[in-house]
């Protein structure tokens, strides 16, 4: 019964496990969907964002063309805190780097929100003198500076010299993830080009970090075909990677980014519940089990109470029993006495355990002739009642005489030991007790047996 309960537990909590599996993947895979969302109207933003301050300061460029640089510096309202940093040794701003500052000023004045977010830093890099303007304070550049430079920023592809002929055609280049000199953590930058007078002068950027990706179990695999670049945001470790949920967003003309969600991932991570559920449903079962068999042991219990060891017929306690005094109250019954004839003779003549045999032949006769329904009892010695509920006279009296013919027809007769028996037959009568209705029912058994004699 064990291993039933073990292969009951196993498959009802695997059940319950892919139920959970497919409500809970379904909540998750719409999170996911959510934060895709999310991720991809963030970078929608921001391109937006350094496209607009591109344009804007290539249309400063050509209305102030007349300007010098001091006169733009001295024209502009400073009112947040930048930064600048010189990655060569001319320190002061010329008439490019002026414009793309004062367009940085004048654009917080609009959109306030672009300068207010964590984890995100917005930075012009001018070509015409070498410089990085930040829209605030980056600590511990100073000491890095060489580590910015063109040099660097074309190896990592994070600035527009490293693009091809042909893709900055939408003005945004987005960079492959990078470490940050400074902070030694992964970016990637979002930029577009600053053009005046036919040529590149500058780009605005926005460098985003990744920590948050990582912390979450994110990866980053870059794969490049035909100089277009397949970005792939996933989670590592996890078997059958290739059966994921996927979302696409095209980033610009050269970036396609793809999230993989695997499914095995809402299994591992939720593999605990199958564990719950063996638990409980194994402890549920053994628990039912267990209370199977106290009810089959008691009801053995009371069985053998009221059952007679010799032949497995009712006893006298049946008598006492409530189911079976409401089955007689519930309609007329017949009652057969039942004794067996010269048994004591048998006994004597042939030793007891012939005896106890004679017993059990009648008590076999009994059961093939009456129904399953009736009540067989074995009121002691080689006495026995037949209480047969529901039952007429006639047919009482019909099972009377295919008894005795069955009796008759037995084992020991090859022995020449004949076995009989003499009965009696009373119906009861509205409220009549039924030890009045055995008496009755004796009462004929006697005169039978008197008549006989």
Known sequence: MKLKNL??????????FMISITLIGAVVISYEVK????YTESVNKMKQKVI????????SLKANAHQSAQEVISSTSYNFPDSIYPLSDSQELDFVEAIARKSM???????????????????????????????????????????????WCKKNHSCVLSAWNGQLTDRILISNPFKTPVTNTI??????????EGKLVGEFGEQVHLDSLYREGKAIDITTNNGYKHVLLYFPDYPWPHVAYSQTYMADNNNLIVYDYPLSKV??????????????????FSKVQETKQNRLDLANALSNATKDELTGLFNRKVFREELFKRKLRAAPYSVIAIDGDRVKRIND?????????????????????????DYLIRTGGDEFVAILPGCSASKASTLEKKLQDTVRENPLKKMEVNISVSTGLAISNENESLQDVIMRADEELYETKRQRV
């Open 7 to 16: 292969y009951l537990s196993l498959f009802v909590s695997l059940v319950l």
């Open 105 to 151: 000023y004048e654009s917080e004045r609009f959109v306030s929100s672009i300068y207010d977010r964590k984890g995100i830093i917005l930075y012009f890099r001018s070509y015409t003198q070498n410089k990085l303007i930040f829209d605030h304070p980056v600590e511990g550049l100073d000491s890095r500076k060489a580590e910015l430079n063109a040099q």
């Open 267 to 284: 299994v591992v991570d939720y593999s605990f519940l199958y564990l719950i559920y063996f638990t409980v449903a194994f402890a549920y």
């Open 187 to 196: 970016a990637v930058s979002i930029m577009s080009p600053v053009y005046f």
């Open 52 to 59: 607009m301050l591109g344009l804007l300061t290539e249309e």
């Open 349 to 373: 003549k042939y030793g007891h355990h012939v005896g106890d045999e004679v017993i059990v032949i009648i008590a076999d006769a009994m059961r093939k002739v009456f129904r399953t329904t």
């Open 35 to 38: 934060q895709f969302s999310l």
